[in-house]
């Protein structure tokens, strides 16, 4: 589990895919600290296993899912990443709840400034939107952020100046592809109101007939 309180940022080594699935090694200090083979670290907001330590940085697996989710498969060496420990029990929860699980990728259509902050709109998939409201939370490359607006297939965030200069957000750029994991709660109370509607089933859903039938 993760906060969305980037670390550090650290940048691509090496990555070796052989179809859709291999290994990245990343370059990293701050979140070699405490860790051991095993240990999950938050790369752009994907978990990832470090599964070798190296001298400046660790190894990671990557599988076919992952890859497909995410931006992974347009990462190069040099590419610069944010990074986050997973949180310990003792620490400060001041981002929101991130899985570390990709719900899939965004686009920036623009960036620009207004007074000391930075506005950046992405354009997501229905899929994506669904999930996203106004003032609600949002992981963006793994970075916590609020949800400043939503449109009909783009959403808004505004970004303070630490933020920017603290993550890989000041790498981006118009056209870029980012990593976007929705607040889980919205997932959990779809599934469990029946909300998707099954194949064959144009009764699911929430009704006043379903809320009329609870014991209060």
């Not at 400060?92 to 207004?114: A, T, W």
């Not at 603290?166 to 790498?171: D, G, H, I, S, V």
Request: hydrophobic share 40%.
């Amino acid at each position: 589990m993760f906060t969305g309180i980037v670390e550090e940022t650290g940048f691509v080594k090496a990555i070796y895919l052989q179809g859709e699935s291999g290994t990245i090694q990343i370059a990293a200090s701050k979140v070699l600290q405490g860790t051991k083979l095993g240990d999950s670290i938050a790369v752009n907001g994907i978990c990832l296993t470090m599964t070798k330590i190296l001298a400046d940085g660790f190894e990671a697996d990557v599988m076919a899912e992952t890859v497909r989710r995410s931006s992974l498969k347009a990462m190069r060496e040099g590419s610069v990443v944010n990074l986050e420990r997973a949180m310990a029990c003792d620490g400060r929860f001041g981002g929101h709840i991130v899985s570390g699980h990709i719900d899939g990728v965004g686009e920036i259509v623009s960036i620009r400034p207004e007074g000391n902050a930075i506005w950046y709109q992405i354009r997501a998939k229905e899929e994506i939107l669904r999930y996203i409201v106004s003032k609600g939370s949002i992981a963006i490359d793994g970075i916590s952020l609020t949800v400043a607006a939503v449109e009909e297939d783009t959403f808004l965030v505004s970004v303070i100046p630490h933020t920017r200069s603290q993550t890989a957000l000041k790498e981006r750029s118009v056209g870029d592809v980012v990593n976007l994991e929705n607040d889980v709660i919205g997932k959990y109370v779809e599934r469990l109101l029946g909300l998707k509607k099954s194949e064959g089933n144009e009764n699911a859903g929430l009704t006043y007939e379903m809320l009329e039938a609870l014991e209060w």
